[in-house]
T-cell receptor, first 114, second 112 residues
Framework: DAGITQSPRHKVTETGTPVTLRCHQT?????MYWYRQDPGHGLRLIHY???????DKGEVSDGYSVSRSKTEDFLLTLESATSSQTSVYFC?????????????FGPGTRLTVL | GESVGLHLPTLSVQEGDNSIINCAYS??????FIWYKQESGKGPQFIID?????DKRQGQRVTVLLNKTVKHLSLQIAATQPGDSAVYFC???????????FGKGTMLLVSP
């Protein structure tokens, strides 16, 4: 998985609780992304980062926040989890040099909100 | 939990056959495309990419064809093997933008 780890790999939580997912990379790539994957929707971008402390919203950012204090770590926080946030969450990284923007994905975190 | 493979179009082939998976992309300004493979319970894995100044690119057992006129991509897998069973999806990128837009995917099932 291109030097990308995600933690935890599985989590079950209750509605209204805060949840933080961690993505860690050892590739020193500049760009990091958080996606969610749901049946019938494919991969949808939540937030991404283009450098330390530099982040931007994706298409489904409501209810999520992110932080990147170090190149290697990108955190996704659900401040107050809802059942609609039950999903599989993937982190990806990219060098994004020039014309190519291939992204490499982590193994995923399966989150269930009861 | 429900598999991401549900609700997807499915292509069923026999081992040894050639497979063709299609993708229609949405943005005429897209100029870089990637095919990913996703096995059950794993993250998407990069297979092959192509830039818009090409109409064909070959890898090991895989070929990607790009038709910009009709905004269509295809992934051809030669001599398909059971290990090729997975969900395949395309992604598109516009030069200068750091994000990808992903298609919903096609499930490939290979029977021995």
């Amino acid at each position: 998985d291109a030097g990308i780890t995600q933690s935890p790999r599985h989590k079950v939580t209750e509605t209204g609780t805060p949840v933080t997912l961690r993505c860690h990379q050892t590739e020193n790539h500049r760009y990091m992304y958080w996606y969610r994957q749901d049946p019938g929707h494919g991969l949808r971008l939540i937030h991404y980062s283009y450098g330390v402390k530099d982040t931007d919203k994706g298409e489904v950012s409501d209810g999520y926040s992110v932080s990147r204090s170090k190149t290697e770590d990108f955190l996704l926080t659900l401040e107050s989890a809802t059942s609609s946030q039950t999903s599989v969450y993937f982190c990806a990284i990219s060098e994004s040099r020039g014309l190519s923007n291939e992204q490499f994905f982590g193994p995923g975190t399966r989150l269930t909100v009861l | 939990g429900e598999s991401v493979g549900l609700h997807l179009p499915t292509l069923s082939v026999q081992e040894g056959d050639n497979s063709i998976i299609n993708c229609a992309y949405s943005n005429s300004a897209s100029d870089y495309f990637i095919w990913y493979k996703q096995e059950s319970g794993k993250g998407p894995q990069f297979i092959i990419d192509i830039r818009s100044n090409m109409d064909k690119r070959q890898g090991q057992r895989v070929t990607v064809l790009l038709n910009k006129t009709v905004k269509h991509l295809s992934l051809q897998i030669a001599a398909t093997q059971p290990g090729d069973s997975a969900v395949y999806f395309c992604a598109e990128n516009i030069a200068g933008y750091s994000t990808l837009t992903f298609g919903k995917g096609t499930m490939l099932l290979v029977s021995p």
